[in-house]
Each structure stands twice: as C-alpha cells, then as structure tokens.
C-alpha cells in the first residue's frame, strides 16, 4: 500500500513537472541585450536611442517609413491634401486600441502631436506652419497650415528622436517640460511597469488587442506582428559578459554587437551577425561661436585634415565595420552625392594649412575633448588630434568623460574659460537620411544644435526644403545644403559605420530591416 | 554597554551631516549636468533649459540643499532624476544582491582563510606555510575581473555548470540563487581569503608565543585544542576586525564583479548613478553606505566585548 502510494505520488509530480515544463515552453520569451540601459520612459522627455527603441514598443505612430525611407501611412487608414498643401485630413484606421482598451481618438492624436511639437525640432518647425489642428469626428484630424509646410507627411513619419509617438490624451496633456509618469500606449507590445527594474530588467508583454496592418513590415512601417509572449531587456554592460551569455544560450540576441566582439562572433557557428540597421555616420562637430572655427576657413583647415580611413580603423578595429563617406547623407541613401567641394575624405594636410595662413589663424590651441569612458567614441579623438597638429593646428586634446563633454558642450564660453572647439559623436541613419531630420543642422546661431554656427543661406536652403513637396527639387536642395556644409564648416563626416546585432543561430529569426531598432516580427523557434 | 551603545548611535548623526553636506555640494560644484546627460544627444541647449527648470536645478544651491534636507528628515531620499522612481525603491531592488553576493563572498573567504591561516601559523616557517603565503600574493595579485572571465570560461562556456551572467532572487528558489552566485562569490572572495589568511597566520604565530600557550601544552591538551582554544580563540579580535573592514569594503567594493556577472547590485547602481549625474541616486546611495558603514564598525566594536572579555565600554 505504501509503495503504491509513493508511485502515485512520484507520477503526480512528474506530470505536474511535466505540465509546468511544458507551460514555461509555451511561453515564448525572447531575451535580448538592448543598446543601452533604459532610463528614462518618456520618448518626447529625451533623445536617447534605447528610449526611442522603447517608445516603438509600445506606442504606435501615425506614418512610419519603410526600409528604403519611404513614409507610408501606419495608424492612419486614409489621407488627402489639397492642391497646395495647406489643408490636410487623416483618417484612422480601425482597430486602434490603447493598452487599457480605449480606442485611440482624434483627440488623443491632436494632444500628442502638440506635445512633441514643443520639442522636437522638425515638430516645432510644423506647428511654426500650423494654423489650426483640429478633430472634425473621432477618427478625423484636419490640418490647416497657413504656410507651405512640405514635409508634413515626413515629420509624422520621423522615426528616430523624438517621433511623434501617439499616446492617450490625458498622458500627453504632461507639460513637455516633465516626463510622463503613465506608459499606456497603443502599440504592439505593452510595458510591464510591475516588473521594470532599471539597469537590470525591462519587460513587455504582447499586446493582444493589437491589429497590425496588412503590409509586409518594412521600416517603421506594415504588419507589426508579434511572436513571442513576452520580450525581455536584460541590461549586460560588459561587452564580453554579453557575448559569453550570447553563446551559452542564456540571452538570444544582443542589439548593438561592440566592435571589439565582432571578430569572435562572426567566428562563431552558433551565432548569426545580422544587420536589420543601416550604417549610421560619426561626425567631427566644431564650435562655431568661439574663435578659431567662427572663421570659416579655419573650420574648412580642419575638415581638410581628416582622413576617413585612419579615424574609422581606430575606432571600428575591423574592416567589416565601416567605410569612408565623404556625403553628409547615408552612403547609397536618396540624397546621397559625391559632390562635396572640397573635401574627400583624405588628408590634404598642405591645403589646411595654406587656408590656416590665409586665415591668420594665430596658434592658440584647439581644444579638443575626448570621452575617455566612451568606448564608442574615444579612439577618434587620439587620432584625430594628431592629424589636426599635421594640418597646422595647436591641439589640447582634453579627456573627460562622457556626461561631463554632454555638459560642457552647452557652454559657449571660450575654451580656457571652460568652453571648447572641438567634439565627435555618432549619429544613425535614421538622423542623418534627411537634413531636416538631422538635428545638428542648424545655422541659426545661439538657438541652433551646440556649435551654435550662423548660416542664414543654410537656414533659406532648410527652409526651401521645409516648403516644398516636389522630390527632384528636394534632391537639388538637399545637395546644396551639402554644398553649404562643406563652404561654412560646419560638420567634418568620420566615415560610416555598420552596427551588427548578433542572434542564436537557428533560435531567432524575423528581425525586421529599418531605420532604427525595432523589434516586432521576430520569431523565436525552440 | 547601553550608554556606549546609545553613544554610537548618536555619533552617527554628525558623521550624517557632514557626508550629506560634502556630497550634495561636491556634486553640484563637479563637471557635469543631468540635464543634458537626459536630453541626449539631438537635444539642445533650450531643451536643457527646460529640463534644469522642470528638475528645479536653476534654483540657488542653498535652497536646493534645504529642500532636500527638508525631505531627506522626513525619511524620503528624493527621486532619480532619470527614472522618476524613489531612490529608496532603486535601492531596495539593488540590496539583495549585494548582500547575498557580499555574504557567500565573507562565508567563502572566512571559511578558506581562517583555516589556513590557523595551519599557516601552526607550521610557522614550514613548507605549508610559504605554500599558504605564496598563495595570498597570488591572491592579492589576481584582478577579480580576470579571475572572473577564466571562471566563467572554465565553468559556464567549456563545462557548462554554472550560468554566466545574472542574478536569480532568492524568492524564486536556492538552486537558482546559489548557481548564480558560486563564480562571482569565488572570484570576489580571492583576495579577501588572501587578506584574512594574512592576517590570521599573524595573530594566531604571535598568540602561540605567549606564556598560556606554554602553560596549555604542559597541562597536556593536544596540539589541535592548543592551536584552536587559545592559539585561535586570542587572535580573534584582529581577526573579526579585517573581518569587518572586508564587509565594509566589501559592500561598496563589488562593481567589478556585478559588471562582469551583470549582476544589479548596488556597486553598479552607484556607476551609473554618477555616470549620468543622477544627483539624488548618488545621494542616497552615498548616504545608504555611510549609514552601513557605521553600523558594521558599531557591530565589530561590539564583538570585542565577546571575544576579549577583557574589554569594557
């Protein structure tokens, strides 16, 4: 009677062994490394990238553009514009559900939009436009414009920092000063607040109540399925820590492959290194409001000395990782075009300093600063020092880390009264595909991107652009801002560079070509 | 004992103020500003306007300070600038595991160290005891991070027994919690097996010259009850007291190895909190450990009232 009472009770807790086994296999949960560790929630509150991967997550927008750059309508069913351009109606498609079940409403969109028309700098160009944003029904938004404004369609459709993320209206009713506190969104995948623990853990679950649209998806665009049941955000800063986890099967995807993992990686049968992100650019930023590089052609000296290929070696370590571009826009995009004056991505170290003595550029060293922390960005500035002392200039490359350069990069002093000349950083092609999209693009002074540079052609050619509609005179205005670019300084490009996300081979499938980082359609087979 | 016990307490509250007075104003007067680690890189110098304005940075430094005073004495150490959580809720997520990753560390490094510093010292001169030795430099050389990628490459990537990364909450089972915990606990604990053994071998030679000692072993009470009952037991208070410092350092001291096992202790929170310039994270953390700190010095002074009866407060 005993035996038999043991058997019974060991075949009950194998079967409830089994069932619970069987249960946590049903639930497909995708674990993967994020660009960086999720800290603010508020994609409108922020820049950052991961913030924005997040905002995609779970917020939903009203056009997205494809993998080629292409806006296409996302929550929005139908629209039209008049003749000119000045008066427009969206309509929205069926289906669209807040995470908490409310339908999204053309109130909900019209409040969301006035949000992030506060702080985003492609949105505050289009409220600048705007005559009245209004809902004539639930589902429709009328758009009276009171100026050509051209780049309507673009704007709902920018996909990287800030997009115009739709969120409920009592949400977006949060001064655009604050971070919202409520991240009720109506996108594919729902934000698990309960279990959020910064620096370790973010989690989203299926948004069930989510109707992707018909469309293969494309970009930011078409059907955003959903596969598994619960995607996981494990923050691993070590970059070898990630790939050992990689490997052993206890993570299925690291986002953002670091450079100096490549090499092993890609070495290794078990994983697959994919590339679903076009290659994103790094750039030589100069300050504009200080001497020597409020002279223009000192600014030219220095962009003069650059040489692609020494920096983006330095940095990327392997081949595979970058190229040189000499374009401002994506190398291949729409705007792309090898006319860029003077420059060619080559050292002409004897023209920059033939331009440095016609400047009368006096010797006073450039101060260059180097985020020694920033194992992204801080093998440039090495390089690029020496080769600006080889074009002529006295450098003081000056090592902090990176929130100190973020801080000190606001300050218009002059270098030795805590100001600076010099700074590099990256920037994705979701930034730089479109120069109105591209947020150091500025030649309005004191109330542009840091640099602060004064270009009022620049400023006519933007809003040239701004205005029209027609895409060849787009094109041709787009390459003379490049013209503009190159003639005022503003920006030195470094070359491209190609982020890989790394996944376990046969386990991970799906991941979606766009413009940023974006996680839906991914399937997980196991 | 009480009075003393009183006293300490008490005297936690100046060292309080000065570490809270030192830390706000140092890192308001350091390079650097959470506005525009938050606006991020496409943002500009209006938008960090906006947001020192909406995290009440433009006010004068004095009002800043009283206003979180004024918060701090009614137990409330603010909220992360970033994530808008309590500072004491990112703490308390962080806490478990550190402590657990602080404690298996000490039962690790007590349970190896003093033992060998026992043996090392019974064998004073020998052989046993340059082995011993030699293994402390070894130990004291090894970085924790090395260490950890040969542990994780030994245990996790070629054997595969031990997961690589990560942190199981003790509440979701000990299997898990332990099997998370073997490497980092052994790569951390290295070098406090090194100091202890150190320290050990030291007090226990110096206790076995002394005249009780002599007196034991002609009363003829074995070797092993000499070495442990007196030789031992009158070495313990510079014992407990390394002790004591490794806790402390301990507590503060594990980011290396949280980074290398990803594992969301408090040693990471405090890297990334002064990494993004999250002034009342850094705060609180720096206010937390000052508060532990204390605590652990009160309770090794209070164990030399066991240890050394010939103490008296």
């Known amino acids: 009677m005993k035996t038999k009472l043991l058997r019974l009770t060991a075949l009950v807790a194998l079967t409830g062994a089994a069932a619970l086994a069987h249960a946590q296999d049903a639930e497909k949960v995708l674990r993967m490394v994020p660009q960086a560790d999720l800290k603010v929630l508020d994609p409108i509150w922020t820049t950052a990238f991961v913030t924005r991967d997040h905002g995609y997550m779970i917020y939903d927008t009203l056009f997205g553009v494809d993998e080629q750059g292409k806006v296409k309508p996302q929550m929005v069913d139908t629209y039209s514009a008049d003749a000119d351009g000045l008066n427009w109606t969206l309509t929205l498609r069926e289906g669209l559900r807040f995470h908490d079940g409310q339908p999204v409403t053309a109130e909900d969109v019209i409040q969301s939009l006035k949000r992030w028309g506060q702080r985003d700098n492609l949105g505050q160009k289009m409220f600048a436009a705007l005559e009245t944003i209004d809902a004539s029904d639930a589902k429709t938004i009328k758009l009276q414009f009171k100026q050509p404004f051209g780049m309507v369609l673009e704007a709902l459709a920018k996909p990287s920092s800030n997009p115009p993320f739709i969120l409920p209206k009592k949400v977006a009713e949060t001064p655009a000063g604050e971070q919202i506190a409520d991240t009720t969104g109506s996108g594919p995948y729902i934000f698990k607040a309960d279990e959020f623990r910064p620096g370790e853990k973010v989690v989203y679950t299926k948004n069930q109540q989510y109707v992707p649209r018909a469309e293969t998806p494309s970009g930011t665009t078409g059907g955003k399925h959903v596969y598994v049941d619960r995607v996981e955000w494990l923050i691993i800063k070590d970059a070898q820590t990630q790939a050992n986890a990689l490997v052993n099967g206890e993570i299925d995807m690291v986002s953002w492959v670091p450079a100096g993992q490549y090499a092993a990686l890609k070495a290794n049968p078990q994983i697959e290194l994919l590339a679903p992100v076009p290659k994103g650019m790094y750039a030589m930023h100069l300050n504009h409001h200080v001497p020597p590089f409020n002279n223009p052609k000192i600014a030219q000296a220095a962009i003069l000395t650059l040489n692609q290929e020494a920096l983006m070696r330095a940095q990327m370590i392997n081949q595979d990782l970058y190229n040189p571009c000499t374009s401002i826009y994506p190398c291949g995009s729409a705007y792309d075009s090898g006319n860029t004056a003077y420059f060619t991505g080559k050292p002409q170290f004897e023209k920059a300093k033939q331009l440095l003595k016609e400047a009368g550029y006096d010797g006073t060293p450039v101060v260059l600063m180097n985020p020694s922390d920033f194992t992204l960005l801080n093998k440039f500035p090495p390089v690029l020092a020496q080769l600006l002392k080889q074009g002529g200039f006295n450098v003081d490359m000056q090592s902090l880390d990176w929130p100190s350069l973020v801080a000190r990069r606001a300050k218009k002093d002059l270098p030795k009264d805590g100001g600076w000349n010099i700074f590099i950083t990256g920037w994705g092609a979701s930034d730089t595909m479109n120069p109105l999209y591209f947020a150091p693009m500025t030649g309005n002074g004191e109330k542009g991107w840091f640099g602060w540079a004064v270009d009022d052609k620049l400023e006519q050619l933007k809003s040239e652009f701004l205005a029209t509609m027609d895409e060849a005179k787009r094109k041709d205005l787009a390459q003379q801002i490049q013209t503009q670019v190159f003639e005022t300084g503003l920006y030195g490009p470094l070359g491209e560079s190609q982020n890989y996300s790394a996944v376990r081979k046969g386990v991970v499938s799906g991941l979606v070509n766009a413009p940023i980082s974006v996680f839906w359609n991914i399937k997980k087979h196991n | ?313």
């Open chain 2, 1 to 313: 004992m009480l009075a003393f016990f009183l006293r300490r307490i008490l005297a936690t509250v100046p060292v309080l103020v000065i570490v809270a007075l030192i830390v706000f104003f140092m890192l308001r007067l350091a390079p650097g500003d959470p506005a525009a680690a938050i606006v991020g890189n496409s943002g500009t110098a209006d938008d960090i306007a906006l947001v020192r304005a909406s995290l009440g940075l433009n006010d004068a430094l004095p009002i800043q300070f009283v206003r979180w005073v004024g918060e701090l004495v009614q137990g409330n150490l603010g909220e992360s600038f970033f994530m808008k959580i309590p500072v004491t809720e990112l703490i308390s997520q962080r806490i478990e595991p550190t402590i657990s990753l602080a404690a298996l560390t000490l039962v690790v490094a007590v349970a190896v160290a003093v033992p060998l510093g026992v043996l090392a010292a019974w064998r004073h001169g020998g052989w046993l005891d340059r082995a011993l030795m030699g293994f402390s430099v070894l130990g004291f050389s090894i970085p924790a991070f090395v260490l950890g990628y040969v542990l994780i490459w030994l245990f996790s990537l070629h054997w595969q027994l031990l997961p690589v990364q990560g942190y199981a909450r003790f509440e979701n089972g000990f299997i898990p919690w332990i099997r998370h915990l073997i490497l980092p606990s052994i790569a951390l604990s290295i070098i406090y097996v090194a100091l202890i053994a150190r320290v050990t071998r030291a007090a226990v030679a110096e206790a076995m010259t002394e005249d009780y000692i002599r007196t034991a072993r002609s009363k003829g009470i074995s070797e092993a009850r000499v070495l442990i009952r007196h030789g031992l037991a009158n070495a313990a208070v510079p014992i407990v007291t390394v002790i004591g410092i490794g806790v402390a350092l301990l507590i503060g001291g594990v980011v290396v190895t949280e980074t290398v096992f990803a594992i969301p202790g408090l040693g990471q929170l405090t890297v990334e909190a002064v990494l993004s310039r999250d002034f009342p994270l850094i705060q609180g953390i720096i206010l937390f450990f000052s508060v532990i700190y204390v605590f652990i010095n009160l309770l090794v002074d209070l164990s030399y009232l066991v240890l050394d009866p010939r103490i008296r407060y």
